[in-house]
């Protein structure tokens, strides 16, 4: 019977990978009746149009493979696989005299979503086109051939290549050994049974692990070992009992072995190898839910492939072991701005190596935690950047004489028609001992509200006095070219660095550096991203984009086209970026001037930034994944999540009828 179900099974699942992939997709994590029921449906359908000829199932999800993926509305991710405490569990665990582990996905977790991508970092090593693809065809060629010469299908890495080197080439041993490094390099102990293993070991239990692989036994032992799980009696492996735990025999044959008249239990992730097999054993069970499984339906797949994996697999390890749960600011870094903050740093030390940029200036606020994270990933790289003070209304004032239109625009025409009176206008533009004369001369008092109407008429008057605006700024001019002048001393380049959007931050420092300051250093400027089409001048910046003057990371017109014309100011997309790189700090209120301490939101402001400082931690952790020389995390991929946070944020408020203000 066995052996009828085995080849039915490889028939319909296992003979097309397309088909294996789909139907897994759907199966995996399943555990009632009716869903079984429902994906051997589904299965049998995927064979008949296979038959058909009908075979672009998996295509259809790759054009917006995002597309109406629902979010969490209300708390925390991490609160829906938020489990018992680790003592709870090994309390009730203690109870059994024989205690066995599933190894992966529940004591190891790897940085990638699917186990069968670490073989993109074997076939990178290699230099071989479509390993991962291969290596799982192989896999399974190799387990047929068991099946037919040995009525099993367990078998062994070594069998697997020596049949890989024959059909294909592939140097059976060198591929071997990459393969068992990078596996030994890129596992990772889970946090919540690191507490749970070290309760039992307290508690004097015997512990053993089961497991369903192909690596031999000793390089398991390894890896469990590096991890910190020492002292495990048993390692049983099933490429070397010839059984498995998803066919029940494995079970049955460590009971026999070890456990025979003792109460054993089993802790794994699989509903089916690992809980319903090993209860039909005799053993009892508890079922740990896959990290994946829970998280896979959050996560943003439109990203590249090996980038999208380690993306979800050092996500859906952090967020769903169970061990906490996060506030919901905490995630929002975590998940949203830890990739972008990560290759955006990635894109600016690769850009300074390649110009030759002897300073990099991270602007306020937005500076704050990207300098954070720079310093977290290039420490021998302290004395080449500085976080340094600035804002837009600050440039404005310092840079009015050259940029006059630009001043009068942001000061005058961006705050007309929206209740601001008069007096409050020129406090702001810091000249309010130009309110009498205004008063006299355009018959404007201070009450009077500022309009489309009467902007004219103050620019008319201030032009009319331009030499005392000057004078008014003369001071705070003079400071911040003090200031400047310190930090770029002995620099011939230099580079600000923003979130965005104009690039008039870079445009500002530079202007004032040869212009006013007449310092002898050429500034440039990187930003995340640029104006869109969406904005009133998508064209503000391209010249300097074009000359070089400025680079964008995310999108620009040329760079990402796809996402310069889906990103939309008008519906809070500056804002939920901005709110990334939050900054517990204030404003800054200008050079010379007293500034405040915290901004508001301080408090929230701190926990996004510690989610952003884990997730780049966690990636820094697994030096396995580092990328080559000069090269980063696409601004294409860095942005997907944000995205996908974006699109669920418009489309709630949109339901609720609320107007999108991302707060």
């Given amino acids: 019977m066995m052996r009828i179900r085995m080849k039915i099974y490889g028939l319909l699942v296992n003979r097309v990978p397309q088909i294996r992939e789909k139907y897994h997709s759907v199966r995996d994590g399943q555990t009632t009746a009716a869903q079984r029921a429902g994906s051997w449906l589904l299965l049998l359908w995927l064979n008949l149009e296979w038959l058909l000829g009908r075979r672009s199932f998996g295509m259809e999800n790759r054009q917006e493979p995002d597309a109406g993926r629902k979010l969490p509305e209300k708390g925390s991710e991490s609160s829906l696989s938020h489990r018992e405490p680790p003592a709870e569990l090994a309390r009730r665990l203690r109870e059994a005299e024989l205690i066995s582990f599933d190894v992966f996905d529940t004591l190891l977790l790897r940085p990638f979503d699917l186990p069968q991508d670490l073989f993109y970092l074997v076939g990178e090593r290699l230099g071989y086109l479509d390993f991962r693809r291969l290596r799982m065809e192989m896999e399974e060629r190799a387990r047929q051939l068991s099946w037919e010469e040995r009525g099993t299908r367990e078998v062994s890495l070594e069998e697997i290549y020596r049949l890989a080197e024959r059909e294909t080439g592939i140097p059976a041993r060198e591929a071997m050994e990459i393969e068992l490094e990078l596996e030994l390099a890129c596992c990772r102990p889970n946090p919540y049974f690191q507490e749970v293993v070290k309760l039992l070991r307290g508690y004097g239990k015997e512990l053993i692990v089961v497991s369903d692989m192909y690596l031999p036994a000793a390089h398991i032992r390894k890896m469990l070992e590096k991890c910190g799980y020492t002292g495990l009696s048993a390692c049983c492996v099933s490429c070397e009992y010839g059984v498995s735990k998803s066919d029940g025999g494995l079970f049955a044959l460590v009971q026999k072995e070890r456990g025979a008249g003792k109460i054993c239990v089993h802790v794994g992730d ?313 900054s517990p700090r204030a404003s800054f209120r200008g050079f010379g001037k007293p500034q405040a301490q915290e901004g508001e939101n301080a408090e929230e402001a701190r926990m996004i930034q510690k989610g952003i400082l884990d997730y780049c931690r966690l990636y820094q952790s697994h030096p396995e994944l580092a990328m080559g020389e000069g090269r980063w995390i696409s601004g294409r991929d860095a942005v997907a999540p944000a995205f996908l946070w974006m699109e669920n944020f418009r489309s709630r408020m949109e339901k609720e009828d609320c107007q999108c203000v991302l707060t």
Avoid at 288 to 304: E, F, I, P
Avoid at 367 to 372: A, E, H, T
Avoid at 549 to 558: C, H, P, R, V
Wanted: aromatic content about 12%.
């Fill in 270 to 582: 699989n509903p089916v190898s690992d809980a319903e097999n090993a209860r039909k054993a005799g053993w009892r069970a508890e079922l740990y839910q896959n990290v994946h499984t829970a998280g896979k339906k959050y996560r943003a797949m439109d990203l590249s492939a090996v980038t999208g994996s380690i993306y979800r697999g050092l996500v859906n390890g952090h967020i769903h072991n169970g061990l906490r749960e996060y506030p919901p600011e905490y995630e929002f870094g975590f998940l949203y701005g830890g990739i972008l903050v990560l290759g955006y740093c990635q894109f600016i030390h690769a850009y300074a190596k390649r110009e030759s940029i002897d300073k990099l200036l991270f602007l306020a606020r937005d500076g704050d935690i990207l300098s954070q994270v720079y310093d977290m990933l290039y420490p021998e790289e302290k004395e080449n950047w500085a976080y340094v003070p600035w804002s837009r209304l600050a440039g404005t004032r310092l840079a009015a004489d050259y940029y006059r239109y630009d001043y009068f625009r942001r000061f005058l025409y961006h705050k007309a028609n929206q209740g601001f009176p008069v007096e409050q206008i020129l406090q702001t533009m810091e000249l309010s001992d130009m309110l009498s004369g205004l008063a006299a001369e355009e018959g404007l008092v201070g009450s009077a509200e500022l309009t489309d109407r009467n902007a004219d008429r103050i620019k008319d008057y201030l032009l009319r006095h331009w030499e005392q605006v000057l004078g008014s700024y003369e001071k705070e001019l003079e400071e911040a070219g003090r200031f400047y002048a310190g930090v770029l001393s002995g620099c011939r380049r230099a580079a600000a660095v923003d979130i965005g959007w104009a690039g008039s931050g870079a445009a500002t420092l530079r202007c004032l550096a040869e212009r006013v300051w007449r310092l002898d250093c050429e500034i440039t400027g990187i930003v995340a991203g640029t104006n869109t089409c969406h904005n009133a001048e998508p064209d503000m910046s391209e010249p300097q984009l074009y000359g070089g003057m400025l680079t964008s990371y995310l999108f620009s017109q040329e760079h990402n086209r796809d996402l310069w014309k889906r990103h939309n100011p008008s519906r809070g997309d500056n804002v939920a970026l901005e709110r990334l790189l939050s």
